[in-house]
């Protein structure tokens, strides 16, 4: 169980650095970041988590948006999983 939940809490910290680096190869792209093999891998890569997101979302909620909620709720999660895990660790021993 401990196992299961420190990999998710990896997959996740991994996924928002994902979303952090296709952030900024937006920004500094200039607007032709669509043009970007390093943009398209990110999408590519963290396009399970912003559908998940949108899944969640209202619909008025605009799609270039969504990867901003799709990265807080990843936040949120590797948080509760920070504080959740050792306490989990401390009980099992």
Do not use: K
């Not at 296709?22 to 970007?36: D, I, K, P, T, Y």
């Not at 943009?39 to 396009?47: N, Q």
């Amino acid at each position: 169980m401990i196992q299961l939940l420190n990999i998710v809490y990896t997959l996740a910290a991994f996924a928002m650095l994902l979303l952090l680096g296709q952030f900024l190869v937006r920004v500094m792209s200039f607007g032709r970041h669509e043009e970007n093999a390093v943009y398209r891998l990110f999408r590519l890569l963290t396009s399970p988590v912003v559908r998940v997101a949108r899944a969640i979302t209202p619909a008025r909620v605009a799609d270039v948006h969504v990867p901003v909620v799709a990265f807080f709720l990843l936040f949120w999660l590797c948080l509760g999983l920070a504080v959740w895990l050792p306490q989990l660790v401390g009980a099992t021993s």
